[in-house]
């Protein structure tokens, strides 16, 4: 098993279109995911679930793997967790096309 943190920095937090992604990538592994912070804890088998957990930006989110290639996993997630999402996207002036 394989344990690491990762910190949100997606100016909007994990809503929607984040979990929607972070969702598919859990969904795609056969393995064990869990995740948890201080406002709760998830297997990540729902998207709902998620988004419940309200992760907004500065949030702490502990992710544990447990399967198959599970550091390589891991870090994935690590990465996931911590993009900043951009939707639509954003040219460098903040607008938007």
Do not use: W
């Not at 690491?4 to 056969?30: E, F, L, M, W």
């Not at 948890?36 to 998207?47: E, F, I, K, R």
């Not at 994935?76 to 951009?86: A, M, P, R, T």
């Amino acid at each position: 098993m394989t344990e690491r943190q990762a910190t949100i920095r997606n100016q909007q937090g994990i809503h929607c279109r984040p979990s929607a992604v972070i969702y598919k990538a859990a969904q795609a592994y056969d393995g064990r995911v869990h995740i948890s912070s201080a406002n709760g804890s998830s297997t990540l088998d729902s998207m709902m679930a998620l988004i419940a957990l309200a992760l907004t930006p500065g949030t702490i989110v502990t992710i544990q793997v447990d399967g198959p290639d599970d550091e390589s996993f891991c870090q994935q997630l690590v990465e996931l967790f911590e993009n900043v999402y951009d939707f639509p996207p954003q040219d460098d002036s903040g607008a938007t096309p």
